[in-house]
């Protein structure tokens, strides 16, 4: 074995993805519905090169891969997580800074009892802090910023384990308290609805009272007349009929406010109007949002729903499409094919990576997380380049535009650029660590690791289910998500997903502050690691 790790160590290249191929392997392997998923990279990653030092062979991944791996990462999962963030801020601004609060409590109790009960290594402490957070990001915010990304790595290493477990006992807590909720969103619907009012309300005043997350689609004057698009501006007669489209019990609040549901469907008559998926492929429409696209005054037309990835969203005026989205249309028949040319509808937006805004908000993102910062002490430090790339990706994906730049890029390349970026650090990572993780349980102080972990995740499994329940009254389903996305861990995500058949408002709970949780944990483990 001795000749074959000396080959390995000599081609860190073809190591590197001989871990992320193996690795992957075995993540994919699922007990009882849960598995390791990237995580199981980063294991063999410290299993080999423990073994290989054992056999007097040092195999190391260059610093240099790991770096860039997590940048691209951090980068990816801004540019998707933009317009969520941002929305999310005003939206749920008391359980976030909660959430927030439990992170700075949690590196509190990780400081007091590592360094002064457990009298650990300041990188050790911050390492153990990320791994019982399951968030690699801040393992390398960690590493850092204590100067020793080893050490940090061997205890989040450790710790990482119950981090999983641990938030997932919280998570199956939350769904056994949800089994009576009555916070289940309405799934999108479509609804023809005879009017049977006569003062003949309009269309944007009924679309205003509906907080405007609905869409008329379709209209037609009685039984026997012509489908067209209705214009806000139009009034709704008596037997007329109308298509709403939005989320289910607001639907059914159109359709008691003008009348009933009917059971004509004008999607089924598609001589006048039809309607069609289309992939949005032309750069020139990414970043902008539905208003801007001026459908109606071009091809009388109307976009229902955005599909972005598995998620439908209604095509509300104010919602900035992306590369790669699929817009449902519902314009003239005759319009159809030009409307497909205008939008591009082509396979590559789903791919593109947009070069321009990954180097241009890569190298921006590098810069901010260098830039020396003046703490009150008179000492400088800096963000890091994980923290800096993340925050130019959220801005990014926000603005979606800057003129003619396109600063999105599209859900399903952003997701592949932060899968391989995640994968390329955690290979990185753990060959680092295999060497130290050895001498930790030599000496015994893996124990102190695994309580100081444990302490972490316990206090943010248990406070945020005390907090989010008792006060913010969060639905147990919701809950369970949002202890996902508090933890940045896809295992108890899937967990919950897989005992809920995928409830969306697990997904509602995840999304709500999984951005928010990634950036607090990399700004928090980067303190941490600097005390």
Avoid: C
């Amino acid at each position: 074995m001795v000749s074959v790790f000396t080959f390995f160590a000599e081609q860190p290249v073809l190591m590197l993805f001989i871990l992320i191929g193996l690795g992957m392997l075995v993540g994919h392997i699922k007990l009882k519905g849960v598995s390791l998923g990237a995580a199981a990279v980063l294991f063999l990653a410290i299993f080999v090169s423990a073994w290989a030092e054992t056999l007097g062979v040092e195999i190391r991944i260059p610093g240099v891969f790991g770096v860039l791996g997590l940048a691209v990462f951090a980068f990816a999962i801004g540019v998707n997580s933009g317009p969520s963030f941002f929305h999310n801020i005003k939206t749920a601004l008391g359980p976030i800074l909660a959430t927030v609060a439990l992170y700075i409590v949690a590196a509190g109790a990780a400081y007091g009892l590592g360094i002064y009960v457990f009298d650990m290594d300041i990188a050790l402490v911050a390492g153990t802090f990320a791994g019982a957070l399951t968030n690699t990001p801040a393992l390398a915010a960690a590493g850092q910023a204590s100067g020793d990304p080893g050490l940090a790595t061997v205890g989040y290493s450790i710790a990482y384990l119950f981090g999983v477990i641990g938030m997932m006992i919280a998570a199956m807590a939350a769904l056994r308290a949800g089994k009576n909720d009555t916070d289940k969103p309405s799934p999108l619907a479509n609804r023809t609805i005879r009017v049977e009012r006569s003062d003949k309300p309009l269309v944007g005043d009924i679309y205003e009272m509906m907080g405007k997350k609905v869409t008329f689609s379709r209209i037609r004057r009685g039984e026997t007349g012509p489908i067209k698009k209705p214009a806000m501006s139009d009034s709704l007669n008596h037997d007329d009929l109308v298509t709403v489209v939005g989320p289910r019990e607001l639907v059914a609040r159109v359709a008691t406010e003008l009348g009933h549901g009917s059971s004509h469907s004008l999607m089924e008559d598609r001589s006048y109007l039809d309607f069609r998926r289309i992939t949005v492929s032309d750069p020139k429409l990414a970043g902008r949002t539905v208003a801007d696209l001026d459908m109606g005054n071009k091809f009388s037309a109307t976009i229902s729903r955005v599909r972005r990835g598995d998620i439908d969203m209604v095509g509300e005026p104010g919602l900035v499409l992306q590369q790669g989205d699929r817009v449902r249309v519902v314009a003239p028949t005759s319009k159809m094919r030009e409307i497909t040319k205008f939008f591009g509808d082509s396979a590559r937006g789903l791919s593109d990576i947009n070069p321009v805004a990954l180097g241009l908000g890569m190298a921006l993102g590098i810069v901010l997380g260098e830039l020396p910062i003046l703490t009150p002490s008179g000492e400088y430090f800096s963000i890091g380049s994980a923290a800096g790339t993340l925050i130019v990706g959220l801005i990014f994906g926000k603005i979606g535009r800057i003129g003619k730049i396109v600063t999105a890029i599209p859900y399903t390349a952003a997701m592949v650029l932060s899968e391989f970026g995640l994968l390329v650090f955690l290979a990185q990572a753990g060959t680092v660590a295999g060497g130290q993780i050895g001498e930790a349980f030599a000496s015994g102080s893996w124990l102190n690791i695994l309580i100081l972990g444990m302490v972490v995740t316990s206090i943010m499994a248990v406070g945020l289910y005390m907090v989010m329940r008792w006060i913010f009254k969060m639905g147990g389903t919701q809950l369970a998500g949002f202890l996902g996305g508090s933890q940045t861990q896809p295992a108890v995500l899937a967990f919950a997903n897989s005992r809920t058949n995928a409830d969306p408002r697990v997904a509602l709970g995840y999304a709500l502050i999984y951005p928010v949780a990634m950036i607090g944990k990399i700004l928090v483990a980067q303190v941490l690691g600097g005390l």
